[in-house]
Every structure is written in structure tokens, then in C-alpha cells.
């Protein structure tokens, strides 16, 4: 079993910034990929980023790229997400995933996730 506990979320203005934090425990997270999905009110979960168990490539979504950094610990317990330039556009429930193995774009090939974060773009 894998738990994830997410963190960082909060309130930020337009243009401003904010890191979030996945810290895994229970199976070695050295042998996990990990990913960020959020969901808006309304809307589906959706793919953010992704980081890969082995050789630690990132993958994101055309709507994140360039202004999301997705990065994990030499150790590979806990993945982070730095967010840039957030616009409104990026207020949504943040949640950390991971499954084994490769990383993929689908929700539905993630065994754990953790409970979510909230992050809110306003002024």
C-alpha cells in the first residue's frame, strides 16, 4: 500500500506562484512514477505532469508547459510542483498519483492518490 499526502496549496494572486508537495510512504517510491492531476468545479480530472520511476524524465500538459516544474527528491519519496505565472485558468483541486512503472497521461492507470489540494488563483 502507498499513501500520498499532498501540500502547498493555497490562495495566490494572478502571476503569482506556489510549490506543491506529494510525500509518499509504504512501498519504495523509487520504483514509482508519479503524477499531478486537478480538477476544476465542473469539470474532469485532468492530466498536469508526470515524472517517470527510473531515469527521471517529465512529461506536461500543453496547458502547463513552461510555467509548471514537476521534480523528485534524490531519494524518490516525494515529488514537488512548481507553479509559475498561475492565471485562473489553474484554480482546481491538485492531486498526486502514482502508479508502477512508466508514467502515462491516463488517471485511470494510477493505483494511489492522495487527497488533494486546493489551489486557488484570485485577488
Do not use: H
Request: glycine share 10%; net charge positive; hydrophobic share 35%.
Amino acid at each position: 500500500q502507498v499513501r500520498l499526502v499532498e501540500s502547498g496549496g493555497g490562495l495566490v494572486q494572478p502571476g503569482g506562484s506556489l510549490r506543491l508537495s506529494c510525500a509518499a510512504s509504504g512501498r519504495p517510491a523509487v520504483s514509482m512514477s508519479m503524477a499531478w492531476f486537478r480538477q476544476a468545479p465542473g469539470k474532469e480530472r485532468e492530466f498536469v505532469s508526470a515524472i517517470n520511476w527510473g531515469t527521471p524524465t517529465t512529461d506536461y500538459s500543453d496547458s502547463v508547459k513552461g510555467r509548471f516544474t514537476m521534480t523528485r527528491d534524490s531519494a524518490a519519496s516525494s515529488v514537488f510542483l512548481q507553479m509559475n505565472s498561475l492565471t485562473f485558468e489553474d484554480t482546481a483541486i491538485y492531486y498526486c498519483a502514482a502508479k508502477v512503472q512508466g508514467k502515462t497521461r491516463s488517471a485511470s492507470d494510477y493505483a494511489y492518490w492522495g487527497q488533494g489540494t486546493q489551489v486557488t488563483v484570485g485577488s
